[in-house]
């Protein structure tokens, strides 16, 4: 069964500040998807970024970032110019292809953006 | 841009009762999600439909849970006899490769 950990319970920064989420997993699968999902306040899941473990590239949305290292079987969220509505639970899921296949979720990291 | 939409936003049931929350995935998704999340904790698996059917549910889906897609837009997820412990966030999610969440229910068990 795979399994997702993000061992960084909470954190804070200043807003402008460059802040990097961790994230690891484990799975026996070669092939599979990786995502950053982020949670305000509302509860309402976002996704933030999405990774194919087939594609060397890491993925880039925007100020948001990530560091996918498949062999070390890690993939941490970076947000640079972090910003006060950032401020959210992010998760990171695992997913291996479709078809019907379910997100297996990490415990989450609480990231506080300070004035 | 279309969304998954759940109603209602928020349910207060006594424990036995039977509730039904309600989801209207985006059209063109084929596959669907119950997700259900326990204040303070992360989101867990219940069940994934596909094709009128389930391809797979969690431990925590036993036979007090059950889902249908009764008009091929509305997923609806049933608890038959609620208990404290059903108390959670139930997220509905439909996908095509990428999970699109709704705004959640909350259900609490009182």
């Known amino acids: 069964a795979q399994t997702v950990t993000q061992s960084q319970p909470e954190m804070s920064v200043q807003e402008a500040e460059t802040v990097t989420l961790s994230c690891t997993y484990d799975?026996?699968?070669?092939?599979?998807?990786l995502f950053w999902y982020k949670q305000p306040p509302s509860r309402q899941m976002i996704l933030v970024i999405r990774?194919?473990?087939?594609?060397?590239q890491n993925a880039t949305e925007n100020r948001f970032s990530v560091n996918f290292q498949k062999a070390a079987k890690s993939f941490s969220l970076k947000i640079s110019d972090s910003q006060l509505g950032d401020t959210a639970m992010y998760f990171c899921?695992?997913?291996?292809?479709?078809?019907?296949?379910?997100?297996?979720f990490g415990q989450g990291t609480r990231l506080t953006i300070n004035p | 841009e279309p969304e998954v939409t759940q109603t209602p936003s928020h349910q207060v049931t006594q424990m036995g009762q039977e509730v039904i929350l309600r989801c209207v995935p985006i059209?063109?998704?084929?596959?669907f999600y119950w997700y259900r999340q326990i204040l303070g904790q992360k989101v867990e698996f219940l069940v994934s439909?596909?094709?009128?059917?389930?391809?797979?549910k969690s431990e925590i889906f036993d036979d007090q849970f059950s889902v249908e897609r009764p008009d091929g837009s509305n997923f609806t997820l049933k608890i038959r006899s609620t208990k404290l412990e059903d108390s959670a966030m139930y997220f509905c999610?439909?996908?095509?490769?990428?999970?699109?969440f709704g705004q959640g229910t909350r259900l609490t068990v009182v």
């Open positions: 999610a439909s996908s095509v490769g990428i999970a699109f």
């Open positions: 799975t026996s699968e070669s092939n599979y998807y």
């Open positions: 990774q194919e473990a087939y594609k060397q």
């Open positions: 899921a695992f997913m291996k292809p479709l078809p019907a296949q379910k997100l297996v």
């Open positions: 059209s063109n998704h084929l596959y």
């Open positions: 439909f596909y094709n009128n059917e389930i391809s797979e």
